[in-house]
């Protein structure tokens, strides 16, 4: 693989001095498929080289500059074959389109080391996958959260996965999800138009746009930031209302950017948290006495963030068609709208 040079601006942002290895990973292109913590090791192993020479330490400021990061070949597959189920909507010689179930991690870290969908994909697959991921993450283009259920891409080659995640970079992939949240949108809510980076076009759809990055003293979660992250845009559209008054609502999503728990922090920074979600749901839930005791007993007890992966588009990497695939709600979204929809005879519903 041809040695990839980036390049650090002269504006890097003076008042947060910014490490290099997260300036080096936010400079790279999607295609190169280069997370920070796999820059940190080609740090450690001399393969980064800045306008000093050879970089020795990912902790230190980022200087403005040229940098030229020698990827070389994709590493060992450490990830073992597991005889584990899938959902293929679609495979030919360069892709395959998985329809994930929730609860399934997508490729192995710690803590999940057996059971992913990269452990299922080396079986399928027989080793046919590209190694651009790196270690652990053969074929991976773009990702989904563990209890997040729905479509995604998977690259048999490397060609296939440079041209998709090129799409996914410069947003022509088309990426759309299903989400039932606590609260409505309403283009007349006050509370709505005076948060930052919250807009409504027309159709009463949702606009969030802001910088995502990880929150400043949870390392597990991503937060909205004013002053670093990465810029990242949602559209949300309301489809369905339940409650009296409306409470919940079920919403489709759209991605243009699509950062780590994107739309999870987007709905939560509105005050209208997924159903289920225990690490964003927020303090704004809907009331019991809104949506009746059996819905509320059905909300309360929804064990997983409700949000699925429900169309993925792109062009086809070898000969340019475009590919779009649909993925309905799962049981147990399907379950919980029922049980909302039963909440009173005011219960509102637009085309889907």
């Known amino acids: 693989m041809p040695d990839l040079v980036l390049t650090l601006a002269a504006d890097l942002p003076p008042t947060e001095p910014l490490r290099l290895d997260k300036a080096l990973a936010t400079a790279a292109p999607a295609s190169a498929s280069l997370s920070r913590s796999r820059i940190v090791r080609l740090i450690a192993e001399g393969a980064v080289r800045g306008p000093g020479g050879v970089v020795h330490d ?20 450490d990830a073992r074959p597991e005889a584990i189920p899938l959902t293929i909507v679609h495979e030919d010689d360069d892709l395959i389109v998985i329809d994930k179930p929730a609860g399934m991690v997508v490729h192995p870290a710690p803590g999940s080391p057996s059971g992913t969908l990269v452990n299922a994909l080396l079986a399928h697959c027989a080793g046919s996958l590209s190694g651009i991921g790196g270690a652990l993450r053969p074929g991976i283009v773009h990702r989904i959260d563990k209890d997040t259920s729905g479509l995604l891409v998977v690259a048999k080659t490397d ?58 003293t949870d390392r597990q979660r991503q937060a909205v930031s004013a002053t670093h992250g990465r810029h990242a845009v949602t559209r949300a559209r309301m489809l369905e209302s339940f409650g009296r008054p409306p ?12 950062r780590t728990h994107q739309i999870r922090v987007h709905l939560a920074h509105c005050g209208l948290g997924l159903i ?20 509320a007993a059905a909300v309360a007890a929804f064990p997983r963030q409700a949000l699925h992966a429900a169309h993925l588009g792109f062009d086809h990497p070898a000969d340019g068609r475009r590919l779009n ?21 005011d219960t509102q519903r637009s085309d889907i």
């Open 58 to 77: 990912g902790k230190a400021r980022a200087i403005p500059g040229e940098y030229v990061i020698t990827i070389g070949a994709p590493e060992p597959i």
């Open 159 to 216: 060609r296939a996965h440079h041209a998709l995640a090129r799409q996914f970079e410069d947003h022509s992939a088309s990426r759309r999800y299903l989400a039932l949240a606590h609260g409505v949108i309403d283009p007349a809510d006050p509370r709505l138009r005076g948060l930052p980076g919250v807009s409504f076009e027309p159709g009463g759809v949702l606009r969030v746009a802001t910088n995502i990055g990880r929150h400043p």
């Open 247 to 258: 409470a919940a609502m079920l919403a489709e999503c759209r991605l243009e950017t699509g």
């Open 276 to 295: 289920g979600d225990p690490v964003y749901g927020g303090a704004r839930r809907a009331s019991a006495r809104a949506l009746g005791s059996a819905a």
């Open 325 to 345: 695939f649909d993925s309905p709600l799962p049981p147990d979204m399907t379950t919980l709208a029922a049980a909302l929809r039963g909440t009173g005879p």
